[in-house]
């Protein structure tokens, strides 16, 4: 093989990486961390208040068993009027994100079926109201 047939082989060679990579650029799918990214940063002080609002109390725990993952609010607010929700945020895929209401029992924790939400790693927020007092928490975990 003469240097002519090596430096066309090296051409194909490379035009096929390229156009590999072009394949891989428009078919991966990029999720971004909220549809309102922008307007979500603009209150972003709200969050800060809130999670100052949250350190002043007990820390939000949470657990899991085999069926499901429990939610255990501050007991100082246990038996209060409490509102608020509840949003999983599947870091590798939006689709599989979950929202829901928070409706805490009476021994202050609520509970999730895993077979509601996908396996994979998630962030739990909790945003939660008492009176004019506004919360947050949030806590990565890895759904099995």
Same mark, same amino acid.
């Given at each position: 093989?003469?240097?002519?047939?090596? !430096?066309?082989? @090296?051409?194909?060679?490379?035009?096929?990486? /390229?156009?590999?990579?072009? +394949?891989?650029?428009? &078919? &991966?799918?990029?999720?971004? @961390?909220?549809?309102? +990214?922008?307007?979500?940063?603009?209150?972003?002080?709200?969050?800060?208040?809130?999670?100052?609002?949250?350190?002043?109390?007990?820390?939000?725990?949470?657990?899991?068993? #085999?069926?499901? @993952? /429990?939610?255990?609010?501050?007991?100082?607010?246990?038996?209060? #009027?409490?509102?608020?929700?509840?949003?999983?945020?599947?870091? &590798?895929?939006?689709?599989?994100?979950?929202?829901?209401? !928070?409706?805490?029992?009476? &021994?202050?924790?609520?509970?999730? !079926?895993?077979?509601?939400?996908?396996?994979?790693?998630?962030?739990?927020?909790?945003?939660?109201?008492?009176?004019?007092?506004?919360?947050?928490?949030?806590?990565?975990? @890895?759904?099995?």
């Amino acid at each position: 093989m003469n240097w002519g047939n090596k !430096l066309v082989v @090296v051409f194909i060679v490379f035009g096929s990486f /390229i156009g590999y990579l072009v +394949y891989r650029a428009v &078919t &991966t799918k990029y999720d971004l @961390v909220s549809k309102d +990214y922008y307007k979500d940063e603009l209150r972003y002080q709200d969050r800060i208040d809130r999670i100052k609002n949250a350190s002043k109390i007990s820390e939000v725990a949470i657990a899991q068993d #085999a069926d499901a @993952v /429990i939610i255990h609010l501050p007991q100082e607010q246990k038996g209060l #009027a409490l509102s608020g929700e509840v949003f999983f945020y599947c870091i &590798t895929d939006d689709r599989n994100d979950y929202h829901t209401a !928070l409706q805490v029992d009476s &021994t202050n924790k609520q509970i999730f !079926l895993k077979k509601a939400v996908q396996k994979g790693a998630y962030e739990l927020k909790i945003n939660w109201q008492l009176g004019k007092e506004l919360y947050y928490a949030e806590q990565k975990i @890895v759904i099995h």
